[in-house]
């Protein structure tokens, strides 16, 4: 099995681990931690994705970035997949950082929700472009992918974008 098939894999299964955990912290009533868990489930998923297109990120906002340029725009998954990602992000942080933070029953149960669905495009699309064919290409037409992760350069610009390389 190629290495970006069996990583990818391996973050497919991580993400639906994250999200048995956060649909195990609602039922426990802890809906801070269950919105945390249930972005680190589609933080996952997006960066099995992106596996196979050999790209990842150090940060957060770059995996988002990556995520949006080379499959939201390219419709390998849809806008509403980029969105949910986004929004995510920001109740995770308010859930995480934010004093006096208040997340109900409901929106923990929405994100949750939305974390299933986010995961089932993912799996969709790992599964339908005939083993990752057409998600191989990397955003500057190269296809091989070389051993280990670098951090490197995105437009020009310093940042914790790389590609991976197997």
Same mark, same amino acid.
């Given at each position: 099995?190629? *290495? $970006?098939?069996? =990583?990818?894999?391996?973050?497919?299964? @991580?993400? $639906?681990?994250? =999200?048995?955990?956060?649909?195990?912290?609602?039922?426990?009533?802890?809906?801070?931690?269950?919105?945390?868990?249930?972005?680190?489930?589609?933080?996952?998923?997006?960066?099995?994705?992106?596996?196979?297109?050999? !790209?990842?990120?150090?940060?957060?906002?770059?995996? &988002?970035? !990556? +995520? %949006?340029?080379? !499959?939201?725009?390219?419709? &390998?998954?849809?806008?509403?997949?980029?969105?949910? !990602?986004? $929004?995510?992000?920001?109740?995770?942080?308010?859930? @995480?950082?934010?004093?006096?933070?208040?997340?109900?029953?409901?929106?923990?149960?929405?994100?949750?929700?939305?974390?299933?669905?986010?995961?089932?495009?993912?799996?969709?699309?790992?599964?339908?472009? @005939?083993?990752?064919? @057409?998600?191989?290409?990397?955003? %500057?037409?190269?296809?091989?992918? +070389?051993?280990?992760? +670098? *951090?490197?350069?995105?437009?020009? $610009?310093?940042?914790?974008?790389?590609?991976?390389?197997?």
């Amino acid at each position: 099995m190629e *290495p $970006k098939i069996e =990583l990818a894999k391996y973050r497919l299964e @991580d993400a $639906k681990e994250k =999200l048995c955990s956060a649909e195990m912290l609602l039922n426990s009533n802890s809906f801070k931690d269950s919105v945390s868990r249930s972005y680190y489930a589609m933080f996952s998923a997006a960066r099995a994705l992106l596996a196979m297109k050999c !790209l990842d990120s150090s940060k957060h906002s770059g995996i &988002i970035s !990556l +995520f %949006n340029h080379h !499959l939201v725009k390219t419709g &390998i998954v849809g806008k509403r997949c980029g969105r949910i !990602l986004a $929004k995510a992000k920001t109740v995770r942080e308010k859930s @995480d950082y934010g004093d006096f933070t208040v997340v109900t029953k409901e929106e923990a149960n929405n994100q949750i929700e939305e974390a299933r669905e986010f995961i089932q495009e993912v799996e969709i699309a790992l599964k339908t472009n @005939d083993r990752g064919r @057409d998600l191989m290409e990397s955003g %500057n037409g190269q296809t091989s992918c +070389f051993c280990g992760y +670098f *951090p490197g350069h995105f437009r020009g $610009k310093k940042s914790g974008l790389g590609v991976l390389r197997y």
